[in-house]
């Protein structure tokens, strides 16, 4: 009697605890059936405020892109009102912030967004980050749309859209509440709303179990070229496969991938030929040229392996300065060649091992990316500097963390197996990794070497600070080879398959490319 009246007052405890959480939160309104010029009124009522001032703000800056944003740009007419309406301060500090005065009595922010995707601003986001306003599609990319309170980022979210009859919202996180007129998501945080991408519109969605997974695969295509369908079968193989890299569970139980085709014909905000996708915990999102299906397969199942790896780096295994994001400056970790590098890497390697792609298609990719590397980047410059530098200094070098990046998760995985003889790779060192940190904790970015030390060998440590933190370029040829894999570095830039290589070689081969020894 005794230990179920104490196990009563601690549930009666927690419910009043998250009934005091949500009591204190951010309440959004959107109305996607009031839309004019690309534009619609957003409402918040905002969280009791107990500073004389503060700072409204979208953000500057975002993960996983690596590049000023300025969200504060497509926001405009930003009003301030306390409960009888009667206006508060409001004052531009900068593009991306408002102070408000009298905060205290603080009720309602109002202010109008406007898109990114058909905007005249000059402007430097990618379209798989900006926003989409019209009748029939709306990407709701949430730091497009949605601020926050300067030192209040971590109080729970209530989004309500008011949405057209039909119109269904594609997302990793399903609603709370759900009609044919209205939806409302909750979000635990300011970190949770901006990992959350969401985009509405008449449903083309596909949904495919993969073991402990949910797959939604939702697709805006305006001149209906591709469909959901087609891209779910495509997936469902690859799955299968990344399912049996990491070990036969996915580390997610529900995953959403939302396609974005545009209109060829259309002209937008971006330059042209630009694309790409952004990842997300639980999501990613892609934005593609429209084009029939049979000419984007390949490219489509490439970027969503990318994609959905990261669900790995840095989703799960990150430094500080990912898990603690500054959304209003640039602060960047020195680890892209872990966070993009070993994730593309990932991406292709998990397709060879589950049969997707042949070894050669494989080693063709990699040493295209060693050609793109050399030719095209500067193979001399510190990767831990181009990584912390990367919104800045060496922007214009961001582009070989996909291929430089790549090839140092390739060359790290050989190596780890020819020192362990084939027991230990780098999908081991990542999942290892990811039972060290988890989705709640970061390691310093000082430390991250000695820590895959210490998890590994001191070698794995060495080739690190030589190859990533020094300027010393990476002898390709010599790790390939350890592997029986020879590179022909003159104008055939090929790698290829040494059938002479020794038992050792070829037995590290076997492993490396399809996970087991090879049969005798």
Request: glycine fraction near 6%.
């Amino acid at each position: 009697m005794y230990n179920q009246r104490n196990a009563l007052l601690l549930l009666c405890a927690g419910i009043a605890s998250l009934q005091m959480a949500w009591a204190q939160r951010y309440q959004y309104t959107v109305d996607l059936t009031r839309l004019e010029d690309d534009r619609f009124n957003v409402t918040l009522i905002t969280p009791e405020i107990t500073e004389s001032t503060v700072v409204f703000a979208l953000p500057k800056i975002i993960p996983g892109t690596y590049a000023i944003s300025d969200y504060g740009a497509f926001a405009t007419h930003v009003v301030a009102v306390d409960r009888k309406g009667r206006r508060l301060p409001v004052k531009q500090l900068n593009t991306n912030q408002w102070e408000i005065g009298k905060a205290k009595k603080l009720y309602k922010i109002s202010y109008e967004v406007e898109d990114i995707f058909d905007t005249d601003k000059e402007h430097h986001i990618y379209p798989m980050a900006a926003t989409n306003i019209e009748d029939k599609n709306v990407v709701v990319h949430t730091p497009g749309i949605f601020g926050y309170m300067e030192g209040h980022n971590k109080l729970p979210i209530e989004l309500t859209f008011e949405k057209p009859s039909g119109f269904y919202g594609s997302s990793a996180k399903l609603p709370v509440e759900s009609t044919a007129t209205r939806d409302v998501f909750h979000m635990e945080s300011l970190d949770d709303l901006y990992d959350t991408p969401i985009m509405y519109g008449i449903p083309d969605t596909t949904t495919v179990q993969v073991g402990n997974c949910e797959v939604l695969v939702s697709v805006y295509s305006p001149n209906k070229l591709i469909q959901s369908r087609e891209i779910a079968n495509w997936l469902t193989s690859l799955l299968h496969g990344a399912r049996k890299y990491l070990g036969g569970k996915l580390p997610a139980d529900r995953y959403a991938f939302l396609y974005y085709f545009k209109d060829m014909k259309i002209k937008q905000s971006f330059p042209l030929g630009l694309g790409g996708a952004l990842e997300h915990t639980m999501s990613s999102f892609y934005y593609i040229p429209e084009m029939p299906s049979e000419v984007l397969k390949n490219m489509i199942v490439d970027v969503s392996s990318h994609e959905f790896f990261h669900i790995i780096t840095p989703l799960t295994i990150a430094s500080r300065e990912v898990k603690e994001f500054n959304y209003d400056t640039a602060v960047l970790s020195k680890h892209l060649w872990l966070y993009e590098g070993t994730t593309e890497y990932t991406a292709h390697h998990v397709q060879v091992q589950s049969g997707i792609n042949t070894p050669e298609q494989f080693l063709d990719k990699l040493a295209a990316k060693i050609a793109d590397s050399r030719a095209n980047y500067d193979d001399s410059l510190a990767f831990t500097q181009l990584s912390k530098y990367a919104a800045s200094t060496y922007a214009d070098q961001y582009g070989n963390v996909y291929q430089k990046g790549a090839l140092i998760g390739a060359c790290l995985d050989i190596y780890l197996l020819h020192l362990s003889e084939g027991g230990y790779g780098l999908k081991d060192l990542t999942h290892d990794l990811g039972v060290r940190y988890g989705k709640d904790r970061f390691f310093e970015d000082e430390e991250l070497f000695d820590e895959i030390a210490k998890l590994s060998y001191g070698e794995a440590r060495d080739f690190l600070v030589k190859y990533t933190q020094g300027n010393t370029p990476i002898p390709y040829e010599d790790y390939f080879d350890l592997v029986g894999i020879r590179y022909h570095p003159d104008d055939a830039k090929k790698l290829v398959i040494d059938d002479l290589a020794s038992p050792q070689a070829k037995k590290l081969r076997a492993i490396w490319l399809t996970g087991s020894e090879p049969c005798n």
